[in-house]
């Protein structure tokens, strides 16, 4: 047991956490005004949901012994308690890995926001939880096959970013377009909170990468300083293409740009050089830049765009990796550039497996779910905003006209002792 | 010359706009405003304190036009406004006085007149 490296990880839990929130105000932002609380609600349900699945059973699937999967024998969490797992308290390693599967299902949700029903979305999460994420986690984290192969993913640039946009390239699909989608200009409601948001996961993301040391080491500094400077090369390059391309630089483009090179860093945080994070990030730009043109001109309503941000962003930061990884920093492995070629190889399979696996089982569970109740909203709840049909609320109430609706039988009166009135008043 | 005054729902809205200038209607102002058509209304709840919202957000649309453009105008805002339950909005046709356009001081008829031609 590590003092340093507890303390550390302490801290970096609570950011990974924030990260749902962010994510919230992040996609809450580029909807409409009417679905503002459903599309945050749906990145801050899976902190209960997802959360609740996690410890019950979930991080038994995902770090309890298996090949293909863990057994249930960590399930409630039997056998997690204050012994070391590694060096830092075995309980407190379960929740850091649960703040993972709480964004990553989160991650999903932008890509079927403004017509999925709110019930089977809860159904939808939990279920993908224990039955694609943590399967995922064990293959790479877990000691499953994908780590016995070889393939590095520091912190889960497959685990995370490509299980979830593989997962929101199927949901998309599965729900089909928004009515509106491709027929009206449909723009964002709130641009300064997808700013806000893209600033709290940066600030979270350190937690993410620099935490998944698991040590307050040399690692979690390189970590830590990549998963600075790989955003910051993501940004001049996505400024810069959005000036030639139109002249202006945009703020959702910025926020985006952000986003794109969090991700992109992930699995390479703790491998690299600086300046290889650096080159990354820039080189990482570009997929993701033209995939999301691409996307807004065809029939695929990614409406949040999970599959260019997270889904490509991820795969070419993955595969990156096996070129860029470096031994003098990464103390083991290296890639493509510094003489280990099969990297590059056994990248490219992991990032395969993944979004297969992620794709297939997504397709099962929402066709599972759809069995027992509508996914999509109705085309007039669709209409109305799904914050009033699905929630009863919402985002921006002005109160006119609104009657207060007093609670059926009332409540007895208080028996208020006899005292004296004060005096002056006028009862 | 007759002022269109149409009240519909918010949803709706880039349908309307769609069929009146397909029926080459070009000058228009609105307003979001809000108002109650006898729909039922809508039950919110903010922790204990649950409401009748008894207004609904709306959309009111002005628009000017010469005598034969009325029946158009508000037969392209009857169609693309209508679904079908409570709630869809009015559409008013009023008389009007004067209208003068500002920018050339031109009166009536010819201030409601569209200018096609690139000025």
Not at chain 1, 197 to 213: I, Y
Not at chain 1, 336 to 351: C, K, S, Y
């Given at each position: ?109 932008g890509a ?49 970013h490509i299980?979830?946009g593989a997962?929101a390239l199927?949901?998309a ?61 993501t940004?001049?390059v996505w400024?810069?293409l959005?000036?030639?391309r ?7 483009g910025?926020?985006t740009a952000?986003v794109v090179?969090?991700v992109a ?18 080189v990482c730009a570009f997929p993701s830049y033209f995939a999301l043109l691409w996307r807004a001109r065809t029939?695929l309503?990614d409406s949040l765009d999970v599959v260019a941000a997270h889904g490509l962003g991820g795969a070419a930061g ?110 | ?119």
């Amino acid at each position: 047991m590590d003092k340093a490296d507890t303390a550390w990880l302490l801290a970096s839990t609570a950011l990974v956490l924030l990260m749902t929130p962010a994510l919230a105000f992040f996609y809450g932002g580029l909807v409409r005004s009417k679905n503002t609380l459903n599309t945050m609600m749906m990145s801050v349900v899976s902190l209960g949901f997802a959360g609740v699945a996690w410890a019950l059973a979930g991080y038994s699937v995902a770090f309890g012994p298996g090949r293909w999967a863990g057994n249930l024998s960590r399930a409630l969490l039997n056998g997690v308690g204050l012994e070391p797992q590694g060096t830092v308290p075995h309980v407190l390693f379960m929740a850091f890995q649960g703040t993972f599967a709480i964004i990553t299902v989160a991650l999903i949700s932008g890509a079927i926001v403004e017509r999925m029903r709110f019930g089977p979305y809860l159904a939808f999460l939990t279920l993908w939880t224990l039955l694609v994420y943590a399967p995922v986690a064990h293959a790479v984290w877990g000691g499953g096959w994908l780590a016995r192969l070889g393939a590095l993913d520091f912190a889960g640039g497959t685990v995370v970013h490509i299980n979830a946009g593989a997962a929101a390239l199927t949901a998309a699909l599965v729900l089909g377009p928004r009515k509106d989608y491709a027929r009206q200009a449909i723009l964002p409601h709130n641009v300064p909170f997808t700013l806000l948001g893209a600033g709290l996961l940066w600030f979270g993301w350190f937690g993410f990468n620099g935490g998944s040391a698991l040590a307050a080491n040399g690692v979690a500094a390189l970590a830590f300083v990549n998963t600075m400077f790989a955003p910051t090369a993501t940004l001049v390059v996505w400024t810069l293409l959005d000036l030639a391309r139109t002249g202006r630089a945009t703020a959702v483009g910025a926020a985006t740009a952000i986003v794109v090179g969090l991700v992109a860093v992930t699995p390479a945080a703790g491998y690299v050089s600086p300046l290889s994070a650096i080159l990354l990030g820039g080189v990482c730009a570009f997929p993701s830049y033209f995939a999301l043109l691409w996307r807004a001109r065809t029939r695929l309503d990614d409406s949040l765009d999970v599959v260019a941000a997270h889904g490509l962003g991820g795969a070419a930061g993955a595969l990156l990796t096996g070129v860029l990884a470096q031994a003098a920093w990464s103390g083991g492995a290296s890639g493509l550039l510094f003489g280990n070629p099969r990297q590059l190889f056994v990248q490219a399979i992991g990032v395969a497996a993944v979004a297969i696996y992620s794709g297939a089982a997504t397709f099962g569970l929402l066709k599972l779910v759809g069995a027992f109740a509508p996914l999509r909203a109705g085309a007039r709840e669709e209409g109305l905003g799904l914050d009033v049909t699905q929630h009863g609320e919402e985002a921006y109430t002005r109160g006119e006209g609104a009657i207060l609706v007093l609670p059926e039988p009332a409540p007895p009166p208080l028996t208020v002792p006899a005292a004296a009135p004060a005096e002056g008043s006028s009862g | 010359m007759k002022l269109v005054v149409a009240v519909v729902r918010p949803e709706k809205l880039p349908e309307v706009l769609e069929a009146l200038f397909r029926a080459e209607v070009r000058g228009l102002t609105l307003h979001r405003v809000e108002g109650h058509g006898g729909e039922t209304e809508r039950v919110e709840t903010y922790r204990g304190t649950t409401v009748k919202m008894e207004l609904s957000e709306k959309v009111r649309l002005e628009i000017g036009v010469s005598d034969h453009f009325v029946e158009p105008t508000v037969a392209a805002i009857l169609s693309a406004a209508r679904t079908g339950e409570v709630g869809d909005g009015k559409v008013f046709v009023l008389p009007v006085e004067r209208v003068y356009r500002i920018r050339t001081g031109e009166e009536d008829e010819a201030a409601v007149t569209p200018i096609l031609a690139s000025v």
